[in-house]
């Protein structure tokens, strides 16, 4: 989906990355900013929609995926069936990754937060489904923006 399509104020959220050399386009503005898609440099790499850039990163020795790894691979199963039953199909790309511990493994967190996959899809106020999969205060900053 592009930014036009969305029905969601864009923004990308994230820190500041003055130490690698992009502080006038990714300035600190605290421990999360929000930053304007047409102000992000491009992705250093080519993307196909097969997580191929992913798979290629170094290892990190803290990941994203390894505070709740069991929790989410039970998750997941019971995700999909509750998804079925609200007509929502979980994209196969998304099921690749939750179902990809090793693409988790090189993903780190500059907060320190986590990969928490809820099993039922939440409704969003203004219409539509979709599932939950960030963790502690990502959720909330992120259901807090989505919502407006």
Avoid at 14 to 26: F, K, M, S
Avoid at 28 to 37: K, L, N
Avoid at 68 to 79: D, G, Q, R
């Amino acid at each position: 989906m592009l930014p036009s399509q969305s029905p969601f104020p864009c923004r990308w959220w994230g820190i500041g990355l003055e130490d690698a050399g992009l502080g006038d386009v990714r300035p600190d503005v605290g421990t999360y900013g929000r930053y304007e898609f047409d102000r992000l440099p491009p992705v250093p790499f080519e993307m196909h929609g097969d997580f191929a850039w992913l798979a290629t990163a170094p290892k990190h020795d803290r990941s994203i995926g390894e505070e709740k790894l069991a929790e989410n691979a039970k998750a997941l199963p019971v995700l999909r069936n509750s998804s079925t039953r609200v007509g929502l199909q979980l994209p196969q790309l998304f099921i690749k990754f939750m179902t990809s511990p090793a693409l988790h493994e090189r993903i780190r967190s500059n907060t320190d937060c986590f990969v928490d996959l809820c099993s039922e899809p939440v409704s969003l106020r203004i219409g539509g489904v979709r599932p939950p999969v960030m963790g502690n205060a990502d959720a909330m900053r992120a259901e807090s923006c989505a919502t407006r």
